[in-house]
């Protein structure tokens, strides 16, 4: 249903809602019109319902049954009205009816998960609520014992004063109720008030021109109304049974209970009935007064609680912990450990928050275990812990948390390796919290740069790099926003990609430098860290691609034969469901083939199956984009990654290609039969010696890269060198069938020579 009409059934609902009080006014008002009106009401009621049913198709099976129970109470009403009386079969239909509705309520309530532990407040939220009922049950059950009072009435009056209780503690303990489920709560209302009236004459429904009648009116059109407004789908769900109010909110909707006690004593001196003992209504007020005082002050306590501490892990916050630092009799010989989790926002985007704060939890226990009694453990945010211990500590704990981090964690089905570093600032007398923090923050970032999962303590002289990672930082964003010319240039390099059988260079792999004003020529170690860090790799993943394809339509420009040429991308960029378009738009604003264009994955990022990734390298592949898998041997994959993803080849990692040296050819014959088997190319990284490139060929590894063969070349030397002539190479080309891409080459002269696998 489209906003438009939600927002004009909304309308709807409020307009017959006008109405229903209205209609609830006048019968008040003409006697006559009161029984009749129970009747029309009812089936107005019943109507509205299914109507809503066939308008919203709600998922619970719960508003069909409250139309059952609702047709019940409408039966009985007809025959109220045509008898002048209440009958056994009024009675059967009441209680029916009653029945049902208690059945739909019960099955709404089993559907929320139950609360594990039992909080003081809950229990104080149900004794205050509690002494109330008893109390007015109590006086309804004292004025009922008298001569020729029904029995039934006492009964039937009791229950409806523990459901008005019920209703109560709902209201007051849920929040975020839509405008269908406070409908509801005031039709229930009504229904127990009307059901209590009746009762109490001795009757299970009321007859022919009593005003309670009106009541009987009111009660079935503000169950329609309820049914007719768009948030209806969502008024029985577990979700809306489940959202609890804060403590504070709720003890305010408690406080008016504290009135019942007088009112039930001046009710009882009013009508004249027998009342309870004198000292019943004061005492009973005095305990409701008591409870409230305590619900308060535990309120109060558990406000100051979260205002102090995170509320997932439940460990002290960043106030909490300025809050013991600041109470410590000094600050000497105190020391501060700030944790960073590595990788965590992968598992977040790879998982789900929901196992992501699953980790965190897990990551806490380890950390309280490695702390013992010996210091504070807080959580700054995010994946950010701090321990704030004893200097003669410090080392220690780090030592022993870094150490549990060896053993993997187990999260539901998952099993999860994370890493961590840890950066340590010492006290000194009149050090402030927040000086502490900056210095463990230096320390962090330091330990971070050398490669993670160890701990540093902090020295002055690391201020220098921290300056000049932030400096690195500034001029990154500015470079690749291109805000600014003097922050130098990002320059790609060129790796030829080869033939091992033939020696020909059948492609190559854009590597991206950056060429800055004061430090030269920086290789990727020195700011794709940076980069990664700081969320910009889908930015520089955008600004290598056009470079790429903007030189490769130069080339095409200039004469010469064009060779496919990999780009890597990131996760970032591949979570862009985007992508696929923007990637074809550019190639075709060029008139570039597709199957010039090979991108590469890489290992270390693992992508779930549910990210926009399968569906962006899909279109890629059927588009003509050869997609590859770099650095494999090193990262995630599973058969299951290679079947879901289009993955053309396989690029070895240089660390499985260097294992060669040692004799370990299994893992590489392995890993080219999987290949054979799967239809795939395999490619080796990092080729040094000729005697790797051998042993490759003897195993069957067709293509390969490395120094043997080149460094990465500048454009101009890349193209003087590994680029022929388009008109020289047609001949060669015609003669020459590699099976290479229908789509490889165009009448620019590209060519695409790698394997589409």
């Given at each position: 249903m489209t906003?438009?009409?939600?927002?004009?059934?909304?309308?709807?609902?409020?307009?017959?809602?006008?109405?229903?009080?209205?209609?609830?006014v006048?019968?008040?008002?003409?006697?006559?019109?009161?029984?009749?009106?129970?009747?029309?009401?009812?089936?107005?009621?019943?109507?509205?319902?299914?109507?809503?049913?066939?308008?919203?198709?709600?998922?619970?099976?719960?508003?069909?049954?409250?139309?059952?129970?609702?047709?019940?109470?409408t039966?009985?009403?007809?025959?109220?009205?045509?008898?002048?009386r209440?009958?056994?079969?009024?009675?059967?239909?009441?209680?029916?009816?009653?029945?049902?509705?208690?059945?739909?309520?019960?099955?709404?309530?089993l559907?929320?998960?139950?609360?594990?532990?039992?909080?003081?407040?809950?229990?104080?939220?149900?004794?205050?609520?509690?002494?109330?009922l008893?109390?007015?049950?109590?006086?309804?059950?004292?004025?009922?014992?008298?001569?020729?009072?029904?029995?039934?009435?006492?009964?039937?009056?009791?229950?409806?004063?523990?459901?008005?209780?019920?209703?109560?503690?709902?209201?007051?303990?849920?929040?975020?109720?839509?405008?269908?489920?406070?409908?509801?709560?005031?039709?229930?209302?009504?229904?127990?008030?009307?059901?209590?009236?009746?009762?109490?004459?001795?009757?299970?429904?009321?007859?022919?021109?009593?005003?309670?009648?009106?009541?009987?009116?009111?009660?079935?059109?503000?169950?329609?109304?309820?049914?007719?407004?768009?948030?209806?789908?969502?008024?029985?769900?577990?979700?809306?049974?489940?959202?609890?109010?804060p403590?504070?909110?709720?003890?305010?909707?408690?406080?008016?209970?504290?009135?019942?006690?007088?009112?039930?004593?001046?009710?009882?001196?009013?009508?004249?009935?027998?009342?309870?003992?004198?000292?019943?209504?004061?005492?009973?007020?005095a305990?409701?007064?008591?409870?409230?005082?305590?619900?308060?002050?535990?309120?109060?306590?558990?406000?100051?609680?979260?205002?102090?501490?995170?509320?997932?892990?439940?460990?002290?916050?960043?106030?909490?912990?300025?809050?013991?630092?600041?109470?410590?009799?000094?600050?000497?010989?105190?020391?501060?450990?700030l944790?960073d989790?590595?990788?965590?926002?992968?598992?977040?985007?790879?998982?789900?928050?929901?196992?992501?704060?699953?980790?965190?939890?897990?990551?806490?226990?380890?950390?309280?275990?490695?702390?013992?009694?010996?210091?504070?453990?807080?959580?700054?945010?995010?994946?950010?812990?701090?321990?704030?211990?004893?200097?003669?500590?410090?080392?220690?704990?780090a030592?022993?948390?870094?150490?549990?981090?060896?053993?993997?964690?187990?999260?539901?089905?998952?099993?999860?390796?994370?890493?961590?570093?840890?950066?340590?600032?010492?006290?000194?007398?009149?050090?402030?919290?927040?000086?502490?923090?900056?210095?463990a923050?230096?320390?962090?970032?330091?330990?971070?740069?050398?490669?993670?999962?160890?701990?540093?303590?902090?020295?002055?002289?690391?201020?220098?790099?921290?300056?000049?990672?932030?400096?690195?930082?500034?001029?990154?964003?500015?470079?690749?926003?291109?805000?600014?010319?003097?922050?130098?240039?990002?320059?790609?390099?060129?790796?030829?990609?080869?033939?091992?059988?033939?020696?020909?260079?059948?492609?190559?792999?854009?590597?991206?430098?950056?060429?800055?004003?004061?430090?030269?020529?920086?290789?990727?170690d020195a700011?794709?860290?940076?980069?990664?860090?700081?969320?910009?790799?889908?930015?520089?993943?955008?600004?290598?691609?056009?470079?790429?394809?903007?030189q490769?339509?130069?080339?095409?420009?200039?004469?010469?034969?064009?060779?496919?040429?990999?780009?890597?991308?990131?996760?970032?960029?591949?979570?862009?469901?985007?992508?696929?378009?923007?990637?074809?738009?550019?190639l075709?604003?060029?008139?570039?083939?597709?199957?010039?264009?090979?991108?590469?994955?890489?290992?270390?990022?693992?992508?779930?199956?549910?990210?926009?990734?399968?569906?962006?390298?899909?279109?890629?592949?059927?588009?003509?984009?050869?997609?590859?898998?770099?650095?494999?041997?090193?990262?995630?994959?599973?058969?299951?990654?290679?079947?879901?993803?289009?993955?053309?080849?396989?690029?070895?990692?240089?660390?499985?290609?260097?294992?060669?040296?040692?004799?370990?050819?299994?893992?590489?014959?392995?890993?080219?039969?999987?290949?054979?088997?799967?239809?795939?190319?395999?490619?080796?990284?990092?080729?040094?010696?000729?005697?790797?490139?051998?042993?490759?060929?003897?195993?069957?590894?067709?293509?390969?890269?490395?120094?043997?063969?080149?460094h990465?070349?500048?454009?101009?030397?890349?193209?003087?060198?590994?680029?022929?002539?388009?008109?020289?190479?047609?001949?060669?080309?015609?003669?020459?069938?590699?099976?290479?891409?229908?789509?490889?080459?165009?009448?620019?002269?590209?060519?695409?020579?790698?394997?589409?696998?």
């Amino acid at each position: 249903m489209t906003s438009s009409r939600m927002a004009s059934s909304a309308r709807v609902a409020w307009l017959l809602l006008t109405a229903t009080v209205l209609v609830a006014v006048l019968t008040v008002v003409e006697e006559n019109l009161r029984s009749a009106g129970t009747v029309l009401a009812g089936v107005a009621g019943v109507a509205m319902i299914v109507s809503g049913v066939r308008r919203y198709r709600p998922a619970a099976a719960s508003w069909p049954w409250l139309a059952v129970a609702l047709t019940l109470w409408t039966v009985a009403a007809a025959l109220v009205h045509g008898q002048g009386r209440g009958t056994l079969t009024v009675v059967v239909c009441v209680w029916a009816g009653q029945m049902v509705a208690a059945g739909v309520v019960l099955h709404s309530l089993l559907s929320v998960p139950r609360q594990t532990v039992r909080s003081l407040t809950a229990g104080l939220d149900l004794a205050i609520i509690a002494v109330v009922l008893v109390l007015v049950a109590a006086q309804i059950i004292r004025a009922g014992t008298g001569e020729g009072t029904n029995r039934t009435t006492v009964l039937v009056s009791s229950v409806d004063v523990v459901l008005i209780g019920m209703l109560v503690r709902f209201a007051v303990a849920r929040r975020g109720l839509g405008p269908s489920s406070r409908l509801l709560l005031v039709a229930a209302f009504v229904a127990i008030v009307y059901d209590l009236s009746s009762a109490l004459q001795g009757r299970r429904m009321s007859l022919p021109g009593e005003a309670s009648q009106a009541l009987g009116v009111l009660m079935p059109l503000l169950f329609g109304t309820a049914a007719l407004h768009p948030s209806m789908t969502g008024a029985f769900g577990a979700e809306t049974f489940a959202r609890r109010r804060p403590p504070s909110t709720a003890l305010l909707g408690l406080l008016p209970l504290v009135l019942v006690p007088p009112a039930v004593g001046w009710v009882a001196d009013v009508s004249g009935t027998r009342s309870l003992p004198a000292w019943a209504v004061p005492v009973a007020g005095a305990v409701v007064a008591g409870l409230c005082l305590v619900r308060g002050s535990d309120a109060l306590r558990l406000s100051e609680h979260l205002a102090e501490h995170d509320p997932l892990t439940d460990l002290a916050n960043r106030r909490g912990l300025a809050r013991v630092f600041d109470e410590a009799p000094t600050s000497a010989g105190s020391s501060l450990l700030l944790i960073d989790v590595d990788e965590f926002k992968q598992v977040n985007d790879t998982h789900g928050h929901d196992i992501g704060d699953a980790l965190l939890l897990r990551l806490r226990d380890r950390l309280l275990l490695a702390t013992g009694e010996s210091g504070l453990v807080a959580r700054l945010g995010g994946d950010e812990f701090v321990v704030l211990t004893r200097s003669d500590q410090a080392a220690a704990v780090a030592e022993r948390f870094l150490h549990t981090l060896e053993d993997p964690f187990v999260v539901g089905d998952l099993v999860l390796r994370t890493g961590a570093s840890v950066g340590i600032a010492d006290a000194g007398a009149g050090t402030t919290l927040a000086e502490l923090l900056t210095h463990a923050d230096v320390a962090m970032y330091a330990a971070k740069a050398a490669g993670g999962m160890q701990a540093l303590a902090f020295q002055a002289d690391m201020r220098i790099e921290v300056a000049r990672r932030f400096t690195l930082t500034s001029q990154i964003r500015q470079l690749l926003g291109n805000e600014n010319q003097d922050v130098g240039r990002l320059e790609i390099r060129y790796q030829p990609l080869v033939d091992l059988r033939s020696g020909e260079v059948v492609g190559a792999e854009a590597l991206v430098r950056w060429l800055h004003p004061e430090m030269g020529l920086l290789a990727p170690d020195a700011f794709l860290g940076l980069v990664s860090s700081n969320r910009l790799d889908a930015e520089l993943d955008a600004a290598v691609l056009r470079d790429v394809l903007t030189q490769m339509a130069r080339w095409r420009d200039q004469g010469l034969r064009v060779l496919p040429i990999s780009v890597n991308l990131t996760r970032d960029s591949l979570d862009d469901p985007r992508l696929a378009d923007h990637v074809l738009a550019a190639l075709a604003s060029l008139d570039l083939p597709t199957s010039l264009l090979h991108l590469e994955i890489t290992e270390h990022h693992q992508l779930a199956a549910d990210t926009p990734a399968v569906r962006t390298l899909q279109v890629l592949d059927a588009a003509g984009v050869l997609i590859y898998l770099d650095d494999y041997g090193t990262g995630y994959t599973s058969l299951e990654y290679l079947n879901r993803f289009p993955i053309r080849m396989l690029k070895l990692d240089r660390s499985v290609v260097t294992s060669l040296d040692g004799g370990q050819v299994q893992l590489v014959a392995a890993v080219n039969a999987m290949a054979v088997t799967l239809d795939l190319e395999i490619l080796a990284e990092g080729i040094e010696t000729a005697e790797q490139r051998d042993q490759l060929l003897a195993l069957g590894i067709h293509y390969g890269q490395g120094y043997l063969f080149s460094h990465p070349l500048t454009v101009a030397d890349f193209a003087a060198s590994m680029l022929t002539r388009a008109d020289s190479a047609d001949s060669a080309d015609s003669a020459d069938s590699r099976g290479t891409d229908s789509k490889g080459a165009d009448s620019a002269g590209a060519d695409s020579t790698v394997p589409a696998g």
